[in-house]
């Protein structure tokens, strides 16, 4: 594919339902991010995968939340119990990790927009 | 928590003028990135600066980093309506690369 692709675009859960949102990283891409982004503010990192390694997932808020990429390529983000403060964009970031791996600049997906009622 | 702060969080001015975003960080940083989000897309690489760098420049784009202030700006030259979107850095560190931080933006509007 060109780019990175998120699926659905558009989330509209009842609270206490649980959620899963894809990424289709750029094919070939080793490492994969996902962040959360509240209205008006800057991505918030939540965790960071290298191939089907979840290395750090630091930024997950609660155990609620919960990431996998099985097999290297396509990942899921896991919402459970979803609450109202789960509302935001939620992003999934690829990147190509090279040698020097400080030079790697990230390819954004368009994001999921969820909204919890 | 967001490490880095932009300044100014709006900014508003006419097609043909420069554009200056500045940003302050708080920790050490292994680089420092600059990206580009229109409403409701995904964020698009602008430009990367390497803490051991003190100017980088891209087209009408020119990125300076000052380590000993802990802070970076982001000029924009001979603006056009099509650069109105939101601007972030993003400091980069952690043993993977993986730390991504990104403050919570400039608004930038170019008016026509």
Known sequence: GAG??????????????????RCDPISGHVSLFWYQQALGQGPEFLTYFQNEAQLDKS????????????????????????????????????????????????????GTRLTVL | ?????????????????????????KTSINNLQWYRQNSGRGLVHLILIRSNEREKHSGRLRVTLDTSKKSSSLLITASRAADTASYFCATVSGVYGQN????????????P
């Open chain 1, 4 to 21: 990175v692709s998120q699926s659905p675009r558009y989330k509209v859960a009842k609270r206490g339902q649980d959620v899963a949102l």
């Open chain 1, 59 to 110: 930024g997950l808020p609660s155990d609620r939340f919960f990431a996998e990429r099985p097999e290297g390529s396509v990942s899921t983000l896991k919402i459970q119990r979803t609450q109202q403060e789960d509302s935001a964009v939620y992003l999934c970031a690829s990147s190509l990790r090279r040698t020097a791996i400080y030079t790697d600049t990230q390819y954004f997906g368009p």
């Open chain 2, 1 to 25: 928590s967001q490490q880095g702060e932009e300044d100014p969080q709006a900014l508003s001015i006419q097609e043909g003028e420069n554009a200056t975003m500045n940003c302050s960080y």
């Open chain 2, 100 to 111: 991504f931080v990104f403050g919570p933006g400039t608004r930038l509007s170019v008016l």
